[in-house]
């Protein structure tokens, strides 16, 4: 039982460092004015492009059919991801429409979107609009309303799935009740269009609010709070006292109040900011000792959130290349993805801490959405690049830096991993095309080989340069255009892009259905050599390239 510094004043209070990032200032913003009546005016319905939110606006437009004949509805859809603004339809709307209704928001990305436009028509264009998510997002979209200045902003949720169902299913959902509220979803829609919304009482907050230091209070105490606050990875920390956070200061030249980046959980959900003193503390809680530090403070100059609120529960990766390398004893060899060497896992565990807590949190339903969430979240898959024993250049000398340099590179995705030992001699590019047909098509592949592996590359394909190797893997990388595009995640991500003009996917969009095409981009695929030799194995890891950051600017 934990005991309070009154019950035992025997027991030293201890002063430590809050490990919370700098929220966002708020502006406040003006809704739109409301129509006293829908009848005799046009509704327009917006497509999110989000996994079948079509099928439901098409439900509710057969319920203005059937109960409000007297309303024209328009349904529309954005003209590429529900990612991207469209000032073009906004316009339209405006122009020739008296009210909005945007959906679906159902996934950790598409409801802080589809709020966000929900906004933009509000506040920008004049027009009244109903945001409709389903019910798993709610305390995440009230997040953005209020970031957004606009809480009071109407909300209406209906069940999870959208995706899938029936037309029976959704015209129920539709007929039905609010899960959140307990009211009647179209009531909600039509009152939400058409009756004054209150004043809003946006928290104007500045952006440093958050306090320096936490109260004293006994040890016990105080990782009872950093676990209850969800400052943690709910694994035990090391407090960060203030003799600590100065140790770990001393290992740069930079000073503790320079803000280092900004950074948010999932896009529309507010940017939180940091100091070079705030990564401080998150690395202390990681156990990472102070000559680590400048990787830290690289690692958060990418401003690449490694607790992203992707309901699709991804991780990061982070590569360190250069003479960082040894000057800190990173392992790249025998064991270098795992658990076994101290600068690895408490760097890996560092960039998570640091994401959460300075992008103001990581917590389940609330500010996290992964559905299944990832163990790699643990450390991030941070490792060091196995140069010296690659037949290659090195990962930063292909993104510009020379070899002397020592950079990290942040990978964002991980959701899928392929695995393989060695090729075969006959039919190595027949297994190795297998593999990346198991890669998901909305991120890239990434190779981590072991030196072996990567050796046979060459001996086996002929692929002394890197380049080669890459373009290979483009040309071997295809896939039937019909079962491409009927992918679920590229019909999400990639389609409406390509519906939308983008290059080259408008033109793979052109495809006959049983035209191989090719899957991935080549400027995305990207190989790291990595590992101890004691046999040939290697890995297609599914990530997106995000950056890669100098870390001696940060000595």
């Known amino acids: 039982m934990l005991h309070s510094p009154r019950e035992d004043s025997a027991e030293q209070l201890v002063s430590v460092h809050n490990p919370v990032g700098y929220p966002p200032k708020v502006t406040r913003k003006s809704a739109a004015d409301r129509p006293p009546t829908l009848e005799g005016r046009v509704v327009y319905l917006i497509d999110s492009r989000f996994d079948d939110s079509a099928e439901l606006l098409k439900q509710i437009q057969i319920w203005f059919a059937a109960h409000m004949p007297g309303v024209e509805t328009r349904l529309r859809s954005m003209a590429s991801t529900y990612a991207k603004d469209d000032p073009q339809l906004w316009e339209e709307i405006r122009d020739h429409g008296a009210a909005a209704i945007i959906g679906v928001g159902h996934c950790s990305t598409c409801a802080p979107a589809v709020s966000t436009h929900a906004i933009t028509l509000e506040t920008k264009y004049g027009v009244p609009t109903v945001a409709v998510h389903t019910e798993k997002f709610d305390r995440v979209v009230r997040s953005v309303t209020k970031m957004g200045g606009l809480p009071q902003a109407p909300l209406v949720f209906v069940p999870q799935p959208v995706m899938g169902k029936s037309a029976e299913e959704l015209r129920a959902y539709v007929d039905g009740n609010d899960p959140v509220t307990g009211k009647p979803v179209m009531r909600e829609i039509v009152e939400g269009l058409t009756v004054g919304l209150a004043a809003g009482d946006a928290d104007a907050s500045s952006d440093r609010s958050t306090p320096r230091l936490v109260e004293p209070d006994t040890e016990d105490n105080l990782h009872a709070a950093f676990l209850r606050n969800d400052w943690t990875d709910k694994l035990p920390i090391v407090l960060p006292t203030e003799s600590r956070v100065a140790d770990m200061l001393a290992a740069t030249s930079r000073k503790p109040d320079e803000v280092v980046g900004r950074m948010q959980p999932t896009t529309n959900r507010g940017l939180w900011e940091y100091t070079v003193e705030k990564v401080a503390v998150n690395a202390v809680m990681a156990g990472a000792d102070p000559e680590y530090f400048p990787v830290i403070l690289a690692l958060a100059a990418a401003q690449v959130s490694a607790r992203g609120s992707t309901s699709s529960s991804a991780s990061a990766m982070a590569v360190v290349n250069g003479p960082i390398r040894h000057q800190i004893g990173m392992n790249c060899g025998v064991g270098a993805l795992g658990p ?20 103001g949190g990581s917590v389940p339903g609330e500010t996290f959405m992964g559905s299944l969430g ?40 991980c ?72 992918l679920q995640l590229v019909q999400n991500y990639i ?14 969009l052109k495809a006959a259905p049983d035209e191989l095409i090719p899957i991935f981009q080549e400027k995305d695929i990207n190989v790291v050599v990595v590992g101890g030799e004691t046999n040939g194995y290697w890995q297609i890891m599914g990530a997106h390239y995000r950056t890669t950051v100098s870390v001696d600017e940060w000595r």
Not at 400 to 410: L, R, W
């Open 340 to 359: 076994y060497n101290h600068a690895n896992a408490t760097i890996g565990r560092a960039f998570g801490l640091l994401s959460q807590n300075l992008q």
């Open 495 to 508: 389609y409406p892009r390509a519906t939308f003009g983008e290059e080259p996917l408008a033109t793979k």
């Open 415 to 486: 959701r899928t991993t392929t695995f393989s030992l060695g090729l075969r001699a006959t039919y190595w590019r027949e297994h190795v095309r297998d593999m990346l047909l198991g890669t998901d098509a909305i991120t890239a592949p990434v190779l981590v080989l072991d030196p072996i592996c990567a050796r046979q590359f060459v001996d086996r394909g002929g692929f002394v340069d890197k380049s080669a190797l890459i373009r290979w893997l483009f040309e071997t990388a295809r896939m039937p255009a019909g079962r491409f595009w009927d």
């Open 374 to 413: 990832s163990n790699y979240t643990y450390n991030n898959l941070t490792f060091a690049e196995n140069e010296e024993r690659s037949p290659w250049e090195p990962l930063h000398v292909q993104k510009g830096f020379n070899a002397g340099d020592s950079t990290v590179s942040i990978f964002h995705g």
